[in-house]
């Protein structure tokens, strides 16, 4: 992840890191189907972190949310080209919100902790791979 720390401030990551991405998880796809050639391999991407009032994402660390978009798009063609299973967390949680009167929750319905899949989204996911798999059988 050279370089996204040092264009943090920056409003989208560079063209340039893109690729780099790109070719680096490629490799890494290679590499472990040749370790694990009768696997499926899949890809998903990262659900978008809720924001505050002023604009700001609930949970920093997990980066801007223009680097997740460009990461997601990224992680999806990538998936299109390798011809990898993708489970497009960003566009299930789309489904998921605060739940009514908020249960003293202080981030979104779909993440436990603002960052990890809450059980009804795993629930939904593993729902998911369940589906493709029996449809692949």
Request: without cysteine.
């Amino acid at each position: 992840m050279r370089g996204v720390w040092n264009a943090f401030d920056q409003p989208s990551l560079s063209v340039e890191f893109v690729e780099s991405w790109l070719t680096n998880t490629t490799n890494l796809v290679r590499y472990v189907r040749n370790l694990f050639p009768s696997s499926l391999v899949a890809w998903h991407t990262t659900a978008m972190p809720l924001l505050n009032g002023d604009g700001t994402t609930w949970h920093p660390p997990l980066g801007k949310r223009a680097f997740i978009a460009q990461l997601n798009a990224a992680g999806r063609f990538l998936s299109t080209r390798l011809g990898l299973m993708l489970l497009d967390y960003e566009m299930m949680v789309q489904g998921f919100h605060l739940p009514p009167g908020d249960s003293g929750r202080d981030f979104p319905y779909y993440l436990m902790d603002n960052s990890h899949p809450s059980e009804e989204l795993a629930l939904e996911i593993i729902n998911v791979i369940l589906n493709i798999l029996e449809e692949l059988h």
